[in-house]
């Protein structure tokens, strides 16, 4: 009798054989906005590498420096490609350290944004009755405030509370509380839509009939299948966490100048913008602008992949 062994197929097989996989390749699109995205990302994390100065080290930055044009114009050098800020501070560098820092506060914004409300709503949909209607309604007084005016809030009240000292050395995690809390509700109201639907299947009330925990019913059969829409909104939420604080670094109240994002890149660029200096503000202006578009087309593909009635 001959023993025959059946090798399971690797997840890059089982990848590039899926019905995602197929339809990227078919998206230049999204292939583009991968390839750009995936540029940004590896420039922000090596950083270090990449950068051709380091602008936050004072041993290496020349105040005579300060306002050079990039390198093809005609007072512009050659080792600064686009151009100093007004602190002699190479403008490409400080895009690349920036980069990382706006990266960090999206992706832990979505992340605590994702855990809080995927949490919410699976407690929600599964539980029903009075606790469904109070969180409910406490989502949907969130959603009548805009999402900047909730992190304004959640950052003044931190300003209010802490030292000016300590709240420089913990803005990144203010800020990221501060977001988090204002992206939530769209996890909640998803998932616990999705939950509603999965909790009277059979598979949720064989699970019931044998005694399982409910937080295991949600953890290990509910979850799993409610994950495609959240990967699609934190797809999408991750562009909208980096569009919020740059934009609460270039009202100020975002992570300080002595470690600046693209958001206090642009406001310290736009004091120079009427004076001829337009390379401080623009380059920064366009590496987010760059950035947040090649996130967003990502996310509608994603959307239009995972949605089987476009198949």
């Known amino acids: ?5 059946s090798e399971a197929p690797s997840f890059i097989t ?5 019905d995602l996989w197929y339809n990227f390749k078919r998206s230049p699109g999204a292939m583009i906005a991968a390839f750009l995205t995936f ?3 590896f420039g922000a994390v090596f950083a270090n590498f990449v950068a051709p100065h380091n602008p936050f080290d004072l041993a290496t930055v020349d105040l005579f420096d ?10 512009g050098k050659a080792s600064y490609l686009l151009g100093t800020d007004d602190q002699g501070r190479d403008v490409f560098s400080t895009i690349l350290y920036g980069s990382r820092i706006s990266l960090i ?3 832990a914004s979505v992340g605590f944004a994702a855990v809080l409300g995927i949490t919410v709503g699976l407690i929600s949909g599964y539980a029903g009755g009075m606790v469904d209607s109070f969180l409910m309604r406490v989502a949907d007084v969130q959603l009548s405030f805009p999402a900047i005016l909730i992190a304004l809030l959640i950052d003044g009240i ?5 030292p000016r000292e300590v709240h420089d050395e913990l803005a990144v995690y203010v800020l990221v509380v501060a977001i988090g809390l204002s992206f939530w509700v769209q996890y909640a109201r998803t998932v616990r839509s999705s939950v509603l639907v999965e909790r009277n299947k059979e598979y949720v009330q064989a699970g019931q009939v044998i005694g399982l925990p409910d937080w295991i019913i949600l953890v290990r059969h509910i979850l799993p299948n409610v994950m495609g829409p959240v990967l699609v909104i934190a797809t ?15 009202l100020g109240v975002g992570v300080p100048p002595t470690s600046p994002s693209l958001g206090t890149l642009i406001r310290i660029g736009n004091d120079y913008l009427f004076s001829g ?8 202006g366009v590496a987010l602008v760059v950035l947040v578009l090649s996130v967003n087309i990502l996310g509608d593909w994603l959307r239009d992949a995972l949605n089987p009635k476009l198949r």
């Open 39 to 41: 540029i940004i990302v």
């Open 105 to 107: 506060v999206g992706f």
């Open 66 to 75: 300060g306002l050079l044009p990039p390198a093809w114009e005609a007072d």
């Open 277 to 284: 200096e337009w390379w401080i503000t623009i380059f920064p």
């Open 236 to 250: 999408i939420q991750l562009a909208l966490a980096v569009i919020t604080e740059a934009t609460l670094s270039f």
């Open 1 to 5: 009798m001959s023993d025959i062994s």
């Open 14 to 18: 089982r990848f590039r054989e899926s």
């Open 158 to 162: 931190a300003r209010g509370i802490m």
